[in-house]
């Protein structure tokens, strides 16, 4: 059926039947050109709908209408924006086609031919797709006519469920008294022993660096007595701290019920499985994540050494316990949860690792209760990859100064770009802590894609600076 949401308020033509309330104008894109039959006395044309219908007018040249529509349909090129009249023919048909008669057209943006990037890939009925893993070869070519790609019905779903990831975790921060507080682009202070990693800029005389990561700062915001405050980093990365009131446990509580509600909004609420179907089109795993909850409710999770044992002695992979997890390991681990031969819990494509030896995570990092040399530290795993990192964070100046100072490439607090920060520890820190959760690795996961960059529109790599 013709989509009400996208009614145009222009005024009806004359000659459109008195009183047929199923008549509609909205915009749509041509899909193909125009089909003229042997005849020439009738052409054919398949437009698309923003929300991945298509609508089919046949349009005959003595069917009584304007001579011009006639015209217009026969010279529309691909992928051109047109207004259309028209009513439905044919309802609940189980199709994605929906025939119209077509009673007026105007050509809003005519579109030039498109060149060597056939657009072609919609998952309309009757179309021959390519295979996933062929549509991901070509993700260079996509990227580089992106615009068109991302007219992709299925391409689009992707970026709007992006975007409902976006909303629903703002949603949820607001529920539990979370502040925005926008941390800054350009910073001072540096990682030693990191500084292939940062990007550093010229800044009026002095050498700037793209903030690594927002927590520093957030972190300060605490110590201003903000008490629960995110950002979202680079646009792709939810960031959030805040004080404890007992132990880290409550970082792990948070961090699950945030992802339990993120993951049931996209499986259950209508908006969002309706892309998820859209997206399904040419992603065939989307709509089939396993949301695996224990009967306490939760997620599970799995000690760093537990984990170790499973790779080892259920999955027959041999991994060193003194080593972080190779991103091979991560999907056996994942693969391995999410089957029914998991004996952890109910099959689930998402779940925790805890407790990760010092020697593998930041300095300043709490030590666990257990002082077995392990951290009060954690990972999620999401279809088979890390998905959130999270921890509790030293307070105390002291702890931090030490901290610093042992590091294999010690850091000087007394410098300029890193005296804010004791600072903020010296004037009374509480007890604190977080998680960043990349939102582009959330919707990879939950759809299943392949590679990453799929996930927004304008994405940027080592090699890739446009469009």
Same mark, same amino acid.
């Given at each position: 059926?013709?989509?009400?949401?996208?009614?145009?308020?222009?005024?009806?033509?004359?000659?459109?039947?008195?009183?047929?309330?199923?008549?509609?104008?909205?915009?749509?894109?041509?899909?193909?050109?125009?089909?003229?039959?042997?005849?020439?006395?009738?052409?054919?044309?398949?437009?698309?709908?923003?929300?991945?219908?298509?609508?089919?007018?046949?349009?005959?040249?003595?069917?009584?209408?304007?001579?011009?529509?006639?015209?217009?349909?026969?010279?529309?090129?691909?992928?051109?924006?047109?207004?259309?009249?028209?009513?439905?023919?044919?309802?609940?048909?189980?199709?994605?086609?929906?025939?119209?008669?077509?009673?007026?057209?105007?050509?809003?943006?005519?579109?030039?031919?498109?060149?060597?990037?056939?657009?072609?890939?919609?998952?309309?009925?009757?179309?021959? @797709?390519?295979?996933?893993?062929?549509?991901?070869?070509?993700?260079?070519?996509?990227?580089?006519?992106?615009?068109?790609?991302?007219?992709?019905?299925?391409?689009?779903?992707?970026?709007?469920? =992006?975007?409902?990831?976006?909303?629903?975790?703002?949603?949820?921060?607001?529920?539990?008294?979370?502040?925005?507080?926008?941390?800054?682009?350009?910073?001072?202070?540096?990682?030693?022993?990191?500084?292939?990693?940062?990007?550093?800029?010229?800044?009026?005389?002095?050498?700037?660096?793209?903030?690594?990561?927002?927590?520093?700062?957030?972190?300060?915001?605490?110590?201003?007595?903000?008490?629960?405050?995110?950002?979202?980093?680079?646009?792709?990365?939810?960031?959030?701290?805040?004080?404890?009131?007992?132990?880290?446990?409550?970082?792990?509580?948070?961090?699950?019920?945030?992802?339990?509600? @993120?993951?049931?909004?996209?499986?259950?609420?209508?908006?969002?499985?309706?892309?998820?179907?859209?997206?399904?089109?040419?992603?065939?795993?989307?709509?089939? =994540?396993?949301?695996?909850?224990?009967?306490?409710?939760?997620?599970?999770?799995?000690?760093?050494?537990?984990?170790?044992? @499973?790779?080892?002695?259920?999955?027959?992979?041999?991994?060193?316990?003194?080593?972080?997890?190779?991103?091979?390991?991560?999907?056996?681990?994942?693969?391995?949860?999410?089957?029914?031969?998991?004996?952890?819990?109910?099959?689930?494509?998402?779940?925790?690792?805890?407790?990760?030896?010092?020697?593998?995570?930041?300095?300043?990092?709490?030590?666990?209760?257990?002082?077995?040399?392990?951290?009060?530290?954690?990972?999620?795993?999401?279809?088979?990859?890390?998905?959130?990192?999270?921890?509790?964070?030293?307070?105390?100046?002291?702890?931090?100064?030490?901290?610093?100072?042992?590091?294999?490439?010690?850091?000087?607090?007394?410098?300029?770009?890193?005296?804010?920060?004791?600072?903020?520890?010296?004037?009374?820190?509480?007890?604190?802590?977080?998680?960043?959760?990349?939102?582009?690795?959330?919707?990879?996961?939950?759809?299943?894609?392949?590679?990453?960059?799929?996930?927004?529109?304008?994405?940027?790599?080592?090699?890739?600076?446009?469009?």
């Amino acid at each position: 059926m013709l989509n009400a949401r996208q009614m145009s308020s222009q005024p009806a033509p004359s000659h459109l039947p008195n009183g047929d309330t199923d008549i509609k104008s909205l915009d749509v894109r041509v899909h193909n050109s125009p089909v003229l039959s042997d005849d020439s006395n009738s052409v054919a044309v398949l437009f698309r709908c923003a929300n991945g219908h298509f609508l089919q007018a046949t349009v005959e040249s003595k069917n009584g209408l304007d001579n011009g529509v006639f015209d217009t349909v026969s010279f529309l090129t691909p992928e051109s924006l047109v207004r259309v009249t028209a009513r439905s023919v044919a309802h609940d048909t189980g199709s994605d086609i929906t025939p119209i008669e077509l009673y007026d057209i105007h050509n809003l943006s005519a579109a030039k031919t498109p060149g060597a990037y056939s657009n072609v890939l919609h998952g309309a009925t009757g179309e021959v @797709l390519a295979s996933i893993q062929s549509r991901t070869k070509l993700i260079e070519e996509r990227l580089d006519n992106r615009l068109l790609d991302a007219r992709v019905p299925a391409t689009a779903a992707i970026f709007k469920l =992006f975007s409902g990831v976006h909303e629903l975790a703002v949603e949820y921060l607001k529920l539990h008294d979370f502040y925005h507080v926008p941390t800054p682009a350009l910073v001072g202070y540096e990682f030693p022993g990191e500084e292939d990693d940062l990007f550093t800029v010229p800044y009026f005389g002095r050498t700037a660096r793209l903030a690594p990561t927002g927590e520093i700062h957030l972190g300060m915001a605490l110590s201003a007595d903000l008490e629960r405050v995110y950002d979202f980093h680079t646009f792709t990365m939810l960031e959030l701290v805040f004080n404890l009131q007992h132990s880290w446990i409550e970082i792990l509580d948070f961090a699950d019920s945030l992802l339990v509600s @993120l993951l049931h909004s996209l499986q259950s609420q209508e908006k969002y499985t309706t892309l998820t179907k859209t997206a399904k089109r040419l992603y065939p795993l989307a709509g089939t =994540f396993k949301l695996g909850l224990g009967k306490s409710g939760k997620l599970p999770r799995i000690r760093f050494n537990e984990a170790k044992t @499973l790779l080892r002695d259920f999955i027959g992979i041999e991994s060193d316990d003194d080593k972080d997890f190779t991103r091979s390991e991560e999907a056996a681990l994942g693969r391995f949860l999410a089957s029914e031969e998991s004996h952890v819990s109910p099959p689930t494509d998402v779940f925790f690792i805890t407790h990760f030896p010092k020697h593998l995570r930041s300095c300043n990092i709490y030590p666990s209760d257990e002082q077995d040399n392990t951290t009060q530290s954690f990972d999620v795993i999401l279809r088979g990859q890390e998905c959130v990192t999270g921890c509790r964070l030293l307070h105390s100046a002291e702890d931090l100064a030490a901290a610093f100072a042992n590091r294999p490439h010690p850091i000087d607090p007394e410098t300029p770009e890193w005296r804010p920060y004791m600072t903020a520890h010296e004037i009374g820190m509480p007890p604190w802590g977080g998680f960043g959760l990349g939102i582009n690795r959330l919707v990879q996961g939950f759809l299943g894609l392949e590679d990453i960059r799929e996930t927004v529109l304008f994405p940027r790599d080592a090699a890739r600076l446009s469009p």
